[in-house]
């Protein structure tokens, strides 16, 4: 069963403690089954242009959230891991799946702003290899109630990590990105890969394939499929060549989910954020998108 999110704008002006919370009853109230949000830490010049001010922090929305909410499962699309301490991330991640009874998902990447990078003194160069080394942290922090690493990029001995999470072994871990370093991780640690706008094509006859390959060669089974997508309605179908998935007439947008769902996708959230800030919208707008989206899709339930 493929099941549907949104991703909530976290960021620029109209993002307000009363929009988020707008948003996170709108997802829960129309059947939605997990809300997302992005994460940055410290908005360089480039990161602003895309995601202007103000940028709320995922984890702490988040939690806040989980008090305001019943159903709907919540999560980072995707936590840039390298950014923070793993014990942190384990321990807040914890704390959110507790607070919220077990409905929190970790969406993680690498990121992608040197600048930064840069500003939180953290090597851009060294972002995968950071990135696995923590996520393994982040996981045996979850699963052992003390833990030691002696690793590249951090050090710690006999730290205490409760409390534990609700879900078991521990909350789901959603892989980000599509290079090949991307797919071994998912592959190695995720319980999805976290693919965002993918091109529909290569997914089914590149990216799946090779996700398939290197759980085979990690010794695990195949990491579930969790893609994130565009949510843009137009008034006519868009010519086929380089449409984004996600992006045309209802038809075409319903075409691509029942695409996903032949894949065997288990989720699919939908983006509605604009690839330019200057074009967003009222969050009513968004919404009006989504249910039309959601009427008569080729999903069996949310």
Do not use: C
Request: neutral net charge; aromatic residues 8%; hydrophobic residues 45%.
């Amino acid at each position: 069963m493929t099941r549907l999110g949104v991703n909530v704008p976290n960021f620029g002006p109209t993002a307000t403690p009363d929009n988020l919370l707008a948003w996170a009853r709108f997802a829960e109230d129309a059947g939605f089954a997990v809300a997302m949000m992005s994460d940055h830490v410290a908005p360089t010049p480039d990161v602003a242009a895309i995601y202007p001010d103000p940028f709320y922090d995922p984890f702490t929305t988040l939690s806040w959230l989980a008090g305001l909410t019943e159903r709907i499962e919540l999560g980072t699309t995707v936590a840039i891991l390298p950014y923070r301490h793993p014990l942190l991330t384990a321990r807040a991640a914890a704390n959110i799946d507790r607070f919220s009874g077990g409905r929190f998902v970790l969406g993680v990447g690498v990121g992608w702003s040197e600048p930064e990078y840069t500003a939180l003194g953290v090597p851009f160069r060294d972002r995968g290899k950071i990135t696995d080394e923590y996520l393994a942290a982040v996981i045996d922090a979850w699963t052992s109630p003390r833990v030691s690493l002696a690793g590249d990029h951090a050090r710690y001995r006999d730290v205490s990590t409760g409390p534990r999470a609700v879900r078991s072994p521990h909350p789901p871990v959603w892989v980000g990105g599509s290079s090949p370093a991307a797919l071994r991780r998912a592959a190695r640690f995720g319980d999805a890969w976290h693919p965002i706008n993918p091109n529909l094509d290569w997914l089914r006859d590149t990216g799946l394939p090779a996700l398939r390959a290197a759980a085979r060669a990690a010794g695990r089974p195949a990491p579930a499929l969790a893609a994130r997508i565009r949510a843009r309605l137009s008034a006519r179908a868009l010519p086929p060549a380089g449409r984004p998935a996600g992006v045309g007439s209802v038809a075409q947008v319903h075409d691509d989910l029942a695409r996903l769902v032949e894949m065997g996708a288990a989720y699919v959230v939908l983006d509605t954020n604009p690839d330019d800030p200057a074009d967003r919208r009222p969050a009513e707008h968004d919404w009006d998108t989504l249910r039309t989206i959601v009427e008569r899709a080729p999903v069996p339930a949310l």
